[in-house]
């Protein structure tokens, strides 16, 4: 009695727990498994129907992340992976393209594809848009199917990636960095942990309690959570089953604690539950920004050294922030809030003092925020 009075008191009186208890009562949840079916072919199984079902039995839903050339390679030899990916779609999971081969057309490593981080630059954009139109194509002719999400191998991408998605008609993106539109009508939405990478039975309990209390903190901050989980590494698991059962009672007890809050989702979907105007055409637009309040236009030069122009219209004054966001997710203020009257405003970007990388640039006011990235290159 005591404790529910507490609770009660807590209740009525804490503006901040009354605040989060109204606006994200709720978790969106989505499980994202990438490089699905990967080179290595002498780990068994090799179906994606296991976990498939083990999500399904407990109404989520799964977001592959599929190479569309591996239905060229051993992988598809006997046509399953084929079947498979067609079956999955009807059953109402997404199939994300994830790149085309996964291998960097200008280095030849794999860990990226559109941007090439060994000779720090990204591919042009005739380059992306071959490869990007060439999946789709793949996927289209073989599947049946035009994929709505891109996810770029090993997160690595640059603005050409976002301007050719845009282009072709892309809705949604999913990259590391912080969550909304990217680039025109583009919307991204990041990952938010990976638990599965090399899972034992020695941390198959600790991950498990770890990962709930992660799910329960971004909950109660963004109300919405991203597992992913990586091939090559839950083969393994899959042989003797430890991925399976992890994520078996990963989603029990989901279901357990949060029953009817809990809504399972592919990236896609997910994104349009956050995002009303996800997928909308073009002519959404200006009404989009003309309700942020604030539009972020492309930075000139792009990439640069030291410094680049980066200009912004404001349709009502607001006090705005700007700041960047590196690849690794750490924020970095470049200016504090201060306030900015109607009109477009530009101002000079010094990054002397950064290391060379992509950042996310961020513009935002008192009710939301622009983003692009930037290609700082000494
Ligand atoms: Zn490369
Ligand atoms: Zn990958």
Same mark, same amino acid.
């Given at each position: 009695?005591?404790?529910?009075?507490?609770?009660?008191?807590?209740?009525?009186?804490?503006?901040?727990?009354?605040?989060?208890?109204?606006?994200?009562?709720?978790?969106?949840?989505?499980?994202?498994?990438?490089?699905?079916?990967?080179?290595?072919? %002498?780990? @068994?199984? &090799?179906?994606?129907? +296991?976990?498939?079902? /083990?999500?399904?039995?407990? $109404?989520? !839903?799964?977001?592959?992340?599929?190479?569309?050339?591996?239905?060229?390679?051993?992988?598809?030899?006997?046509?399953?992976?084929?079947?498979?990916?067609?079956?999955?779609?009807?059953?109402?999971?997404?199939?994300?393209?994830?790149?085309?081969?996964?291998?960097?057309?200008?280095?030849?490593?794999?860990?990226?594809?559109?941007?090439?981080?060994?000779?720090?630059?990204?591919?042009?954009?005739?380059?992306?848009?071959?490869?990007?139109?060439?999946?789709?194509?793949?996927?289209?002719?073989?599947?049946?199917?035009?994929?709505?999400?891109?996810?770029?191998?090993?997160?690595?991408?640059?603005?050409?990636?976002? %301007?050719? @998605?845009? &282009?072709?008609?892309? +809705?949604?993106?999913? /990259?590391?960095?912080?969550? $909304?539109? !990217?680039?025109?009508?583009?919307?991204?939405?990041?990952?938010?942990?990976?638990?599965?990478?090399?899972?034992?039975?020695?941390?198959?309990?600790?991950?498990?309690?770890?990962?709930?209390?992660?799910?329960?903190?971004?909950?109660?901050?963004?109300?919405?959570?991203?597992?992913?989980?990586?091939?090559?590494?839950?083969?393994?698991?899959?042989?003797?089953?430890?991925?399976?059962?992890?994520?078996?009672?990963?989603?029990?007890?989901?279901?357990?604690?949060?029953?009817?809050?809990?809504?399972?989702?592919?990236?896609?979907?997910?994104?349009?539950?956050?995002?009303?105007?996800?997928?909308?055409?073009?002519?959404?637009?200006?009404?989009?920004?003309?309700?942020?309040?604030?539009?972020?236009?492309?930075?000139?030069?792009?990439?640069?050294?030291?410094?680049?122009?980066?200009?912004?219209?404001?349709?009502?004054?607001?006090?705005?922030?700007?700041?960047?966001?590196?690849?690794?997710?750490?924020?970095?203020?470049?200016?504090?809030?201060?306030?900015?009257?109607?009109?477009?405003?530009?101002?000079?970007?010094?990054?002397?003092?950064?290391?060379?990388?992509?950042?996310?640039?961020?513009?935002?006011?008192?009710?939301?925020?622009?983003?692009?990235?930037?290609?700082?290159?000494?």
């Amino acid at each position: 009695m005591k404790k529910l009075l507490l609770f009660l008191i807590i209740l009525i009186f804490s503006p901040f727990s009354q605040e989060s208890l109204k606006g994200q009562d709720s978790l969106i949840f989505v499980v994202r498994i990438d490089d699905i079916l990967s080179r290595n072919t %002498s780990i @068994l199984p &090799r179906s994606i129907v +296991p976990l498939q079902d /083990t999500l399904a039995s407990r $109404g989520a !839903v799964a977001t592959w992340g599929f190479m569309p050339h591996r239905l060229f390679e051993s992988a598809n030899a006997d046509g399953n992976l084929k079947n498979e990916l067609i079956e999955t779609h009807r059953l109402g999971h997404e199939v994300s393209q994830h790149g085309y081969i996964h291998i960097c057309q200008i280095c030849g490593q794999s860990s990226h594809e559109m941007y090439c981080t060994y000779y720090n630059r990204p591919l042009s954009d005739d380059q992306q848009e071959k490869l990007i139109m060439d999946g789709v194509q793949i996927m289209v002719d073989s599947l049946g199917f035009k994929p709505t999400s891109f996810i770029p191998p090993g997160h690595v991408f640059d603005q050409t990636t976002w %301007s050719v @998605l845009e &282009r072709l008609g892309f +809705p949604v993106i999913s /990259t590391a960095s912080t969550s $909304g539109f !990217v680039y025109e009508t583009l919307y991204n939405l990041p990952i938010t942990a990976e638990y599965t990478w090399a899972l034992s039975p020695e941390t198959y309990e600790s991950k498990l309690s770890e990962v709930l209390e992660d799910i329960e903190s971004e909950r109660k901050k963004v109300g919405y959570y991203s597992l992913m989980m990586h091939d090559p590494f839950i083969r393994l698991g899959y042989q003797d089953g430890i991925t399976l059962r992890w994520m078996a009672e990963l989603l029990d007890s989901l279901n357990h604690r949060y029953d009817d809050k809990v809504v399972y989702a592919s990236i896609t979907d997910a994104a349009k539950k956050i995002e009303q105007n996800v997928g909308t055409s073009g002519e959404f637009y200006d009404e989009l920004t003309h309700q942020r309040g604030i539009e972020l236009h492309s930075n000139y030069p792009n990439p640069f050294n030291p410094s680049t122009r980066v200009s912004f219209t404001m349709r009502f004054s607001d006090l705005v922030s700007i700041y960047i966001v590196s690849m690794s997710g750490q924020k970095l203020m470049i200016h504090p809030p201060q306030y900015y009257s109607v009109g477009t405003h530009e101002i000079e970007l010094n990054m002397a003092n950064f290391a060379t990388g992509n950042y996310l640039l961020v513009v935002e006011n008192s009710k939301n925020r622009a983003s692009r990235m930037i290609s700082f290159v000494k």
